[in-house]
């Protein structure tokens, strides 16, 4: 007998019929699937959704979709990573994935995706009430694509449970509402926010970080810590709560400032809202929870982040 580990290998789909076809055979053997949406550029982040997708069902799917409909304009979707070998080899050293679906653009969108919204042809998801507030000012038409594409691929996989992370906690929650209103049967899973030795929530963007940006990126936790810390010892008013944050960004953005590094520090917003309406919350009353969440530009690097106060995504 070999005690050489068996290595599972993972199959790679690149079309909707073959994915079809593949996933049917679960549908008779009564096996669930699991299913961890990405835009690939890998990291624990991702690779823990995974392992939680294996824990929980025999057969698990990942999807590497850089979807252009999430993407403004003036965004960055030419610029945004892209390391399918490395994501490869990083799933296949899982050894828990099935299959990795890589879908092309002109199959999700037969139609074409311009992202000029006037120029778009085909069907689209709004999930209204959930995508306008905190993400959605700055980046408007980013959960309409994120519902778009997240609704495609749940029709095309026809996972039986869905893996999402904490770190995109709107997006859970406009993915959880698509959920339910359209009746999908699917049991969506959020897992928590995977940081950096500091503290910095992993994410694929942080790849644009030279070191002395990547020491910055770090003020956005280090505000939200310090949010965090106040609501534990009892204050509850937004501006009180909110005063400290901004203060340790002003704080960082002046040194950065003052010692001419030649980029700019910006926060774009710090949010103190309400778990179910994401309405901004001027007080936190007794017994209720908060999403206390924030975007910040490190030059040009915009980043997001999260910290979750008496509540659940
Ligand atoms: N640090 C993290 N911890 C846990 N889950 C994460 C983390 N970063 C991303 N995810 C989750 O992985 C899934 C795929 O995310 P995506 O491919 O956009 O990666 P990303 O690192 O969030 O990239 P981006 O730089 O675009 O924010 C999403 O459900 C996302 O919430
Ligand atoms: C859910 C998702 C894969 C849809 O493109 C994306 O928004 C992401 O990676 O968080
Ligand atoms: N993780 C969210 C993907 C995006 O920012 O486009």
Redesign the pocket.
């Known amino acids: 007998m070999s005690s050489q580990k068996e290595i599972q290998l993972v199959k790679i789909i690149e079309t909707v019929p073959s994915l079809r076809s593949w996933r049917k055979q679960f549908i008779k053997q009564d096996k669930e699937v699991a299913f961890v949406?990405?835009?690939g550029s890998l990291h624990e982040g991702h690779l823990n959704l995974v392992k939680q997708a294996s824990e929980r069902c025999p057969i698990v799917v990942v999807?590497i979709?850089?979807?252009p409909a999430?993407f403004g304009p003036s965004e960055d979707l030419d610029n945004y990573p892209r390391t399918l070998s490395k994501d490869l080899e990083l799933l296949r050293s899982l050894n828990c994935v099935d299959t990795v679906f890589l879908p092309k653009v002109k199959d999700i969108y037969p139609s074409g995706i311009p992202l000029e919204i006037e120029k778009q042809k085909g069907t689209f998801v709004e999930v209204k009430g959930k995508s306008h507030q905190l993400e959605g000012i700055s980046r408007p038409l980013?959960f309409r694509?994120?519902s778009t594409?997240?609704a495609k691929?749940f029709n095309i996989v026809q996972p039986n449970h869905v893996f999402?992370?904490q770190k995109?906690a709107q997006?859970c929650i406009v993915?959880r509402t698509l959920i339910s209103d359209l009746h999908f049967p699917i049991e969506m899973h959020v897992g928590a926010t995977k940081r950096e030795y500091d503290g910095l929530a992993m994410s694929?963007r942080n790849q644009y970080l030279t070191p002395e940006l990547r020491n910055y990126a770090i003020t956005l936790y280090n505000a939200l810590t310090a949010i965090k810390n106040e609501l534990d010892k009892g204050k509850r008013n937004r501006e009180i709560l909110l005063r400290k944050g901004y203060e340790i960004v002003e704080e960082a953005a002046r040194k950065v400032k003052e010692k001419n590094l030649g980029f700019e520090l910006r926060l774009d917003y710090l949010s103190l809202a309400d778990p179910s309406t994401l309405e901004e919350l001027q007080e936190i009353e007794e017994g209720k929870g908060a999403i206390l969440s924030g975007a910040l530009y490190v030059g040009k690097t915009r980043l997001i982040d999260n910290l979750l106060f008496n509540c659940t995504l």
């Open positions: 949406p990405t835009m999807s979709f850089v979807n999430q980013f694509g994120v594409v997240v691929l999402f992370g995109d997006q993915v694929s």
